[in-house]
């Protein structure tokens, strides 16, 4: 992925922070006017001790003009104003607190729903390079990051603007020694910029690490059975504890670096101090100063350290978030690979007809298919066959624009795909893979996937279709039961007609079905098969046959064999020739015999 330039990222987040601005400035000035009436306190403390001390007829007046005829009113409303100062202080630290908070989760929330809106509509090829972690790490590390993000630009701004005053206020009292003072700022931004990029580049390799730890954590807790099935548990925590080092070690040396910043602007900041104090002597023993000035300038050049020490903390804390942020455009500025045509074809009359003509695709550069041409007419089962690997799953995921052709089209009743809005060719589409895909939901959040208008009595209906009903009648909570949880866990064959279910009530014009390779009890089989036969019923199906049932009932078989198309022709046809179809015929039939 392309690395955008250093700070260009930082530059977008602070226009994101902007769209927040009036809650971020509500928030500080919130803070601001709790600090002032934090100085009040003080104040009226020393009021009312120096009044315990010496009578203050200054402050008896002001009383009396108050309208309380005894000046005496004095000894408690001075403690309630500073009670009151006290209670005004805690109310707007709180409200200043909460905007601030308000801000920063807005963002979070932002970006988080833009990022994944954005993963939502990156094509298939995208995901299957990247995988499931990596996104996951970003949206979870790396937006977590961000929601501190406005207190440490509050930090950052707050200390700049001190610096600033604090530097002018030391000019003009002086400005030869302010000269003197200032040559610490080039080597404070130089130092804050290096060590800056620093802790940005390794807050990076310890997000990338964490990507790591993440995917081997996912696969090893996704695959338990085989690590306990080949007893892989030592293997697995060695490969886990390798990954954790290595998260440690980054970790703790993009930290070092972090703590490392402030001592090192502390001891510049220090040696200014040093330096003023060693250029102001001179100028007193010259009688160009006097000594009091000296005091008082010195006094404003410590003041500066402490500033001077939050932006260093502040900086590396916006260095982190600038790693984050470069994390989450990385993916941002990614164009999908698929996208709805500028000017889309109006969706033509369905019929159902799928056309391959000359189709040739490759993966990254390796050729899959070559020169894929074949007509299915609407309502005919078109049967791929073929060795593993030969492409059959790749082409039929170019039909519902999983992937495009490098070369020549796919068409849908008269239409290149491409020309499709893209959610309308996938709503006349529906897939059941291998292995079904159902949710850890419940039966009819699964079964309104595809189709969220259906009633209960379409879903009734869809199940009687597949002979699920009384199943799912069983369950716990029918309908509503969530499947794979609460014991009520249905048998491989029940998920795939689950899926059929599904498929069913999306009531697609071409079925893209990938046959089941694992063999299920001969009652389930025959479940499934029954189920298949009414969802493909009068609709176009591209069957990836494994069942010599399937193939043999189909109109039209394609033998696919290293990406091309070796034989064509119905059964009869093929078992006729001595190919490859009649050579896999035979051995699946021998394996049955067997
Ligand atoms: P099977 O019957 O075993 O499922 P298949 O005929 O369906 O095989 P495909 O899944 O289409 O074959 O795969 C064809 C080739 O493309 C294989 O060599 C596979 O390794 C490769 N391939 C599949 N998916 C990808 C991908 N996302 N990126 C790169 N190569 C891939």
């Known amino acids: 992925m392309a690395r955008k330039k250093y700070g260009h990222s ?3 987040f602070t226009r994101e922070m902007l769209g927040q601005w009036p809650l971020i400035v509500l928030g500080w000035l ?19 001790i120096d009044r315990l001390a010496a009578p203050n007829p200054g402050l008896d007046r002001f009383i009396q003009s108050l309208g309380f005829a005894d000046a005496g009113a004095v000894d408690w409303l001075l403690p309630l104003g500073m009670a009151i100062s006290l209670a005004l202080n805690a109310l707007l630290v709180f409200g200043g607190t ?111 690490a964490e990507s790591s730890l993440l995917a081997r954590l ?45 001592p090192i602007i502390q001891a510049i900041g220090v040696s200014g101090v040093i330096a003023v104090i060693a250029y102001g002597i001179n100028l007193v023993v010259s009688g160009d100063i006097s000594t009091g000035m000296l005091v ?45 045509p500028p000017e889309p074809a109006a969706p033509p009359l369905s019929r159902g007809e799928v056309v391959y ?23 005919e089962v078109v049967a791929l066959v073929g060795p593993s690997g030969a492409g059959k799953s790749t082409l039929v995921k170019l039909l519902p624009r999983l992937y495009d052709p490098d070369v020549g089209r796919v068409i849908l009743d008269g239409v290149d795909v491409r020309r499709w809005p893209l959610g309308e060719l996938r709503s006349r589409l529906a897939m059941v893979p291998q292995q079904p895909l159902v949710f850890s939901v419940s039966v009819a959040e699964n079964l309104r996937y595809g189709a969220p208008e259906a009633t209960d009595d379409d879903l009734w209906a869809a199940l009687e279709a597949v002979g699920l009903d009384d199943r799912i009648r069983r369950l716990r909570n029918g309908l509503c039961g969530e499947v794979g949880r609460d014991g009520e866990t249905l048998s491989g064959g029940e998920l795939q007609r689950l899926a059929i279910a599904r498929a069913l009530l999306c009531d697609p014009l071409v079925l893209i079905l990938d046959e089941a390779t694992s063999s299920l009890d001969s009652e389930s089989e025959l479940a499934v098969q029954r189920a298949l036969g009414r969802l493909m019923a009068g609709r176009t199906t591209l069957v990836i046959a494994h069942r010599l049932s399937t193939v043999r009932g189909a109109d039209r078989i394609l033998v696919l064999d290293g990406g091309r198309i070796v034989e064509r022709g119905s059964h009869v046809e093929l078992m006729a020739e001595d190919g490859l179809y009649r050579g896999l015929v035979e051995r699946q039939e021998g394996l049955t015999d067997r």
């Not at 919130?30 to 306190?41: E, H, I, K, P, W």
């Not at 001190?162 to 030869?176: D, F, K």
């Not at 041409?373 to 309502?379: C, H, I, T, V």
Request: proline fraction near 3%.
């Open 10 to 12: 930082l530059r977008r």
């Open 30 to 48: 919130l803070n601001l006017t709790a600090s002032a009436a934090a100085g009040v306190l003080p104040w009226l403390a020393g009021l009312f």
């Open 98 to 208: 909460l905007s601030i908070q308000v801000a920063g989760q807005r963002i979070t929330y932002n970006l988080r729903r833009r990022f994944y809106d954005h993963l939502l509509s990156l094509d298939v090829g995208f995901h299957s390079t990247i995988g499931s972690s990596d996104p996951l790490a970003r949206l979870v590390h790396d937006v977590n990051t961000l929601s501190n993000s406005v207190y440490a630009v509050k930090d950052f701004v707050t200390a700049v603007a001190s610096t600033l005053v604090l530097v002018g206020l030391i000019l003009a009292r002086h400005w030869q020694l302010a000269l003197a003072t200032l040559i610490i700022l080039p080597p404070v931004v130089v130092i804050l910029n290096l060590l800056g990029r620093l802790v940005r580049r390794h807050t990076h390799t310890v997000r990338e």
């Open 218 to 262: 996912r696969q090893s807790l996704e695959s338990m059975r085989v690590v306990r099935a080949f007893g892989a548990e030592g293997h697995e925590l060695d490969a886990f504890s390798r990954r954790v080092e290595d998260v440690r070690r980054k970790t703790q040396r993009r930290e070092f670096t972090a703590a490392i910043t402030t």
């Open 296 to 340: 008082e300038y010195v006094g404003l050049v410590a003041l500066v350290l402490k500033p001077l020490r939050t932006l260093g903390q502040a900086n590396t804390n916006l260095q982190k978030i600038g790693s984050s942020v470069d994390r989450l455009y990385e993916i941002l500025d990614r164009e999908p690979a698929i996208t709805d």
């Open 357 to 379: 003509d000359g189709v040739g695709f490759a993966y990254a550069d390796r050729p899959i298919l070559t020169d894929i041409s074949f007509r299915a007419e609407p309502g």
